[in-house]
């Protein structure tokens, strides 16, 4: 399966800030290189003016792009189930702060206020949030792009499993226009900027 770049749809206006929501772990992982390009991925959302739409948590490659957002005056807005704001473990220093009910709660409005997707590292949580994703624009309930970062081949399995599932006859065509994967920030960058 060949992923390609098709970017349709705009929910922001066209002279507001875009946003970006990014997917990824609340933790860090064994590899450095997760961290490192979370980071450099904040440097370029700050180059490029976009807004952070995120899990609103204060731990692992979460808080890696939050903080250094924040650090150099980007907006961070959070969204995050009451459940986990028990658990000490919400961001208090972000531009915003959505605190909601549970889970589906969360992935609905973090959808509802992003332009495109980005998805890092991450574990169980990070999965379900890219394949509903891509649900959603299979169903046509948004029209927003996605974009995996395959860092040091992390995603790599997953891709082979999307293979798989194209050969065995169970994806939809439109999946090629709404997701794009690549190894590197100026793949992100060229991403990005193909967002109208």
Not at 86 to 94: C, F, G, P, Q, T
Request: proline content about 3%; hydrophobic content about 40%.
């Amino acid at each position: 399966m060949k992923m390609k770049m098709k970017i349709d749809g705009n929910i922001n206006n066209m002279n507001s800030p875009k946003s970006l929501c990014i997917f990824c772990g609340s933790k860090k992982g064994k590899n450095t290189q997760y961290t490192e390009s979370a980071k450099q991925v904040a440097d370029l959302l700050i180059q490029e003016k976009w807004n952070l739409v995120y899990g609103g948590g204060s731990i692992g490659i979460m808080t890696e792009v939050a903080d250094r957002m924040l650090h150099q005056g980007g907006n961070v807005y959070g969204v995050i189930p009451q459940s986990i704001v028990d658990l000490e473990v919400a961001h208090k220093n972000i531009t915003k702060l959505h605190i909601v009910k549970d889970m589906h709660e969360r992935k609905s409005l973090m959808y509802n206020m992003s332009d495109a997707f980005l998805i890092l590292p991450g574990g169980l949580g990070t999965l379900d949030e890219l394949c509903e994703t891509l649900t959603w624009y299979q169903l046509k309930y948004h029209q927003k792009p996605s974009f995996i970062l395959n860092i040091a081949g992390f995603y790599d399995h997953f891709l082979k499993h999307l293979y798989f599932l194209e050969e065995e006859g169970f994806l939809y065509p439109s999946l090629k226009n709404s997701l794009c994967v690549g190894n590197t920030i100026d793949d992100v960058k060229k991403f990005l900027k193909a967002i109208k």
